[in-house]
């Protein structure tokens, strides 16, 4: 139920990059209440590779750098 209302709110701030394609299912994952806050950690460009290696010595091998983040005029968010 929430997923839909999260789609319409967050919809005018994000793109897809050129030539990006998501299914349905990999995009109702980007509004998904229950993934909310879960998918992303933003940290500073320095200390991105040894926060990556302090999660998959934790055990987190899943984890990732995932891309970055730009100053912009108005919230964006692009899937690349």
């Given at each position: 139920?929430?997923?839909?209302?999260?789609?319409?709110?967050?919809?005018?701030?994000?793109?897809?990059?050129?030539g990006t394609?998501?299914?349905?299912?990999?995009?109702m994952?980007?509004?998904?209440?229950?993934?909310?806050?879960?998918l992303?950690?933003?940290?500073?460009?320095?200390?991105?590779?040894?926060?990556?290696?302090?999660?998959?010595?934790?055990?987190?091998t899943?984890?990732?750098?995932?891309?970055?983040?730009?100053?912009?005029?108005?919230?964006m968010?692009?899937?690349?």
């Amino acid at each position: 139920v929430l997923t839909p209302a999260n789609k319409s709110l967050v919809s005018p701030h994000w793109r897809m990059a050129s030539g990006t394609k998501l299914s349905e299912g990999e995009e109702m994952l980007f509004h998904d209440p229950q993934t909310s806050g879960g998918l992303l950690l933003s940290i500073r460009p320095a200390d991105a590779e040894q926060c990556l290696a302090a999660l998959h010595r934790a055990g987190i091998t899943a984890a990732a750098i995932a891309g970055e983040v730009f100053k912009t005029e108005k919230p964006m968010l692009e899937i690349v």
